[in-house]
């Protein structure tokens, strides 16, 4: 007999089959993480396209990263391939904005073209319009005035109901800010949501086509939307309301960019006729795992009783690993991955590290380089793909090889030596006719006849500097009279700092603050070079082939490379690894401290921390329901801030999941890694070379 919806049902529990054929009215699918809310969004869309006669251009799924976004394509594609799912749109609710905005702009007084400020663009009007240079100041206000905007607060409101001292700094700005992006025909992320709701609400035509094109629409992490968002999916969606929602109200970590879980319940009352569908059975983890995430979740108020459970096993122990500084930390789960796939068996891909701030990345990303280990990043910029690090590793490669011309163009400008656009342009295209590199060409008689003098001057210049630097760093010269030479690494990139003039172009370029953090980003990366150079014996050639050839592993990262996977807790959600590693479970760090912002009434301090930390705990609730198989924890006895060091505690979290911390052993406790390094050279009886 038919069945319907038989084949893209065929793996689901009889909730989420539920859930997937409902075309009543609208559904809200609400349960735990891992019980399958995403994959109800994805065979929905292959139920309604495959079975339900739909068009895919009619349907809308909506989530909130591009990453999440991919991967949901991703998942529609193997359910329906080929063709079938061509049209759809699966995206981001800001790309949705943003392909709306571009069609409509005039109806809101925009041209088409207008453009959108990130949010250091957005922070340089503000300076602007406030006269401070003031960076902490500048981003509450910016802040402020984001949640006003989420919230569909306008500058009069804002104006009368301004509380705080912040608040009112805000106030005052807000509608010239808004004034100023006008002028400029330019719209900030904020207004990606908003001005499409308003649109929408103001103008009955628009309204009507985009209810007519969104026939179906699906939503993901719907415990995150923010009142614009729940706006907007109320205007697409129109009297028909023909959607699906899924959501985790103990997944909501946004609550702080303006998201509000009172989304969940409006629903209940704006739609009477919802259809609410919760689901059971967790499809992710072994039972240690969940229980573990239970057992910390169990410990905020919540709106309704879950009971996951799940018959993966039970699994592995969770591993806490007590560490006594950030560096061993990384070292460590470094070293833990790279010994784990082999023993495991498995992939890069298979292990994440999971952290609660941006700034724990570097030394992570460190760690791994130095054992060779691939990796991606996600949830905030690479350490190695910040300006002043690609600067000075522009240096580098172009001691390596003379024939990296991108690396050439960048040292040679960065910073300026008189070296512009039309030097280049000449440059290039004299190289170009004679097929060499942009490096070997300055040195080319030929080029004469093809540059004033000035410029020639200025690449020939720079050219032996380079040069000079090549043999110091162990090259021959190009005609091998000079042997090459055997300096340590360590004194000439200070020298090629010092040199180039680095730091004065810093504070020259940049203002004082900004200008400091990179100084202190130089300062690392040149600590990690002389260490690694120190540790492993390299020259400073075969410590820039190692830089490289790290840089080669990073290439096509489009196509999901095979590669560990470094990302914020934030970035991490909707997501899943067989092994995850959560690095800093500290108190300080996750819960994170965050600023004493309600500075006055006690009482309302008290009662922001306690929210505070029941977000905080949803988060480490969020980290450890990604985990498959195996989750370890670590925590370091000291970090270090601001050139500080600063005694940490475990966080209470690990407690709440149910573990005892006994003192637990470290066999290299005690030693500095100077130490633990010459042990281990001492093991493998192999001296380290000395200049
Ligand atoms: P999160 O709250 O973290 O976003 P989720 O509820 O969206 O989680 P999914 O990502 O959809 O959960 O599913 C978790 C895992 O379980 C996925 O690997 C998915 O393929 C698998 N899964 C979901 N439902 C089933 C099922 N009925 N049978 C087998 N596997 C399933
Ligand atoms: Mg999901």
Request: overall charge neutral; aromatic content about 8%.
């Amino acid at each position: 007999p038919f069945v319907p919806g038989a084949s893209v049902t065929a793996g689901l529990n009889a909730a989420q089959r539920e859930a997937v054929l409902y075309l009543d009215g609208p559904c809200l699918v609400l349960a735990g993480a891992g019980s399958g809310k995403t994959r109800v969004i994805t065979q929905k869309i292959a139920y309604l396209v495959g079975e339900c006669g739909y068009s895919p251009r009619h349907i809308v799924a909506l989530t909130f990263t591009n990453k999440a976004a991919s991967e949901m394509a991703h998942r529609v594609q193997s359910v329906l391939p080929g063709k079938q799912g061509r049209g759809l749109t699966i995206s981001t609710f800001h790309s949705l904005g943003v392909r709306l905005l571009r069609e409509e702009a005039a109806l809101v007084g925009l041209k088409p073209q207008f453009s959108i400020l990130d949010s250091d663009d957005a922070l340089a009007i503000l300076q602007d319009l406030l006269a401070t240079t003031d960076k902490a100041r500048l981003r509450s206000v910016q802040h402020t005035i984001s949640l006003w905007k989420n919230g569909l607060i306008e500058p009069d409101e804002a104006e009368r109901t301004a509380a705080s001292a912040t608040e009112r700094d805000a106030a005052k700005v807000y509608r010239s800010y808004r004034d100023t992006l006008v002028a400029y025909q330019a719209v900030d992320f904020d207004d990606l949501i908003r001005l499409p709701a308003r649109l929408l609400e103001e103008h009955a035509q628009a309204r009507e086509r985009w209810q007519s094109r969104v026939r179906y629409l699906l939503v993901d992490e719907y415990q995150d939307t923010n009142v614009c968002q729940y706006r907007l999916v109320r205007l697409l969606t129109g009297p028909r309301a023909m959607f699906t929602a899924v959501g985790d109200d103990d997944q909501a970590i946004y609550a702080w960019r303006g998201a509000t879980i009172e989304n969940l319940a409006k629903l209940t009352t704006d739609y009477p006729n919802l259809k609410v569908v919760k689901l059971e059975q967790n499809y992710r983890s072994v039972q240690r795992i969940l229980a573990a995430a239970n057992s910390v979740i169990e410990r905020n108020p919540k709106l309704f009783e879950k009971k996951l459970w799940s018959d993966l096993g039970v699994g592995e122990p969770i591993v806490v690993l007590p560490q006594d500084n950030e560096e061993a930390e990384a070292e460590n789960l470094a070293m833990r991955i790279s010994a784990g796939r082999f023993e495991r068996r498995c992939e890069w891909r298979d292990f994440a590290i999971l952290y609660r701030s941006n700034h724990q990345a570097r030394v992570l990303e460190q760690a791994l380089r130095n054992l060779k280990i691939p990796y991606t990043i996600s949830g905030g910029q690479s350490f190695f793909d910040k300006a002043e690090v690609r600067d000075l590793l522009s240096y580098l490669r172009l001691i390596a090889n003379d024939e990296d011309d991108p690396a050439f163009i960048r040292a040679a400008t960065t910073p300026k030596r008189g070296i512009g656009q039309g030097t280049l342009h000449g440059l290039g295209t004299y190289a170009g006719n004679r097929q060499v590199s942009l490096f070997c060409a300055i040195f080319e008689q030929g080029l004469e006849a093809h540059l004033p003098e000035r410029q020639l001057y200025a690449l020939r210049e720079f050219g032996s500097f380079v040069q000079r630097m090549q043999w110091r760093a162990g090259r021959g010269t190009p005609d091998a009279q000079t042997p090459a030479s055997s300096e340590p690494a360590g004194p000439i990139l200070d020298d090629l700092v010092a040199a180039i003039g680095y730091e004065r172009y810093l504070y020259d370029t940049f203002d004082e603050r900004a200008a400091q953090s990179r100084w202190q980003n130089v300062i690392d990366l040149l600590g990690w070079l002389k260490r690694k150079a120190e540790d492993d014996g390299l020259s400073l050639m075969e410590l820039v082939q190692h830089v490289a050839l790290i840089t080669m592993l990073e290439r096509g990262e489009d196509e999901e490379p095979d590669a560990v996977k470094l990302s914020t807790l934030h970035a991490s959600k909707g997501l899943e690894y067989p092994h995850v590693f959560l690095a800093g479970v500290e108190e300080g760090l996750l819960p994170h401290q965050g600023k004493d912002d309600e500075e006055g009434d006690p009482e309302r301090a008290a009662e922001s921390l306690d929210t505070r930390i029941q977000e905080e705990r949803r988060l480490m609730y969020v980290g450890i329901t990604r985990a498959q198989r195996s989750l370890h924890l670590s925590w370091c006895k000291r970090r270090r801030r601001a050139r500080e060091d600063i005694v940490r505690e475990p966080s209470r979290f690990i407690k709440e999941m149910g573990i005892e911390l006994a003192p637990v052993a470290d066999a290299n406790a005690g030693m500095s890694p100077k130490e633990r390094l010459g042990a281990l050279k001492a093991l493998l009886n192999r001296p380290g070379k000395t200049a």
